[in-house]
């Protein structure tokens, strides 16, 4: 089953609904625990991200592929940085390019994006899956510029500008993906296919990486794991491909679908 959270045309409220066959009815109770799918329609006036992230814990030079177009090193342990909740952004909302602390360099990145349905520690990789409810898709869009040589050796400040973590526009349960690690990924740029792999060439793969985070660390339901992205970055070609204003970007994955956002200049 798939699951949408959206506005509501009649009385402007926050909801849920599956999405099924083309039909979206109404979801009652709470996604993390007790709910049940009612026989009423949904009136969907907007469609918003999947949840409200409580954390977003994100994953770098996690595709084998990825780390060898930057001549990087195979990391030892998963290198792990976060977004701030302001980066949140709902399907087919904009992406804003930073004018204030402008950046000329931000970038986009296909990225399977994990969320813990349970609360959970010190899991093991055999049970890991056990506390997922789902999938989505999402950019881990970037400002390559903050993220490596303004933002103090941090990725955060190049990472978390507001709107640089479009999510949705579903999630897709956990029984309907048997393997995390085998799903299609692309990112499609004004129709050009830019990133087009699978998710079984992460180095750290979903259960790895559940088991690192909840490492002595509680991860509460709703929390958000971002779980890296595969080569054919922007910044990484030649010549550079980067995000400007008047740009589409869609990321597609497997058993999820499409999340696509335009690109606009932030208005000073």
């Not at 089953?1 to 009815?25: A, H, P, Q, W």
């Not at 579903?170 to 990924?185: A, G, H, W, Y």
């Not at 999340?259 to 200049?265: G, K, M, Q």
Request: charge should be negative; charged fraction near 25%.
């Amino acid at each position: 089953m798939r699951l949408m959270r959206f506005l509501d045309n009649k009385d402007k409220k926050i909801k849920y609904c599956t999405v099924e066959n083309g039909s979206n009815f109404l979801i009652d109770g709470d996604i993390y625990s007790n709910y049940k799918v009612t026989k009423e329609k949904a009136n969907i006036s907007k469609i918003l991200s999947p949840i409200n992230p409580k954390s977003i814990l994100c994953i770098g030079l996690n595709y084998k592929k990825h780390a060898a177009e930057g001549n990087d090193k195979i990391p030892e342990y998963p290198i792990v940085f976060m977004k701030l909740a302001n980066s949140v952004q709902n399907p087919e909302d904009p992406i804003i390019i930073p004018k204030h602390l402008e950046s000329e360099s931000v970038d986009y990145e296909c990225e399977l994006a994990v969320i813990i349905g349970k609360q959970c520690k010190n899991v093991t990789k055999s049970n890991a899956l056990d506390y997922v409810l789902g999938y989505t898709c999402s950019n881990d869009v970037s400002a390559r510029d903050w993220q490596l040589f303004k933002g103090g050796s941090q990725w955060c400040r190049g990472k978390t500008f507001d709107t640089f973590c479009p999510l949705g526009p579903v999630i897709t349960l956990k029984d309907e993906i048997d393997d995390p690690n085998s799903l299609n990924i692309k990112t499609i740029l004004n129709g050009k296919t830019m990133q087009d792999w699978n998710t079984a060439d992460m180095i750290f793969d979903v259960p790895t990486l559940i088991e690192f985070l909840s490492g002595s660390t509680t991860l509460e339901p709703g929390t958000i794991i971002l779980t890296g992205t595969p080569h054919g970055i922007g910044f990484a070609r030649d010549p550079k491909i980067l995000l400007k204003k008047g740009d589409t970007v869609t990321i597609e994955i497997e058993k999820i679908g499409k999340l696509t956002n335009p690109v606009i200049d932030e208005i000073l």
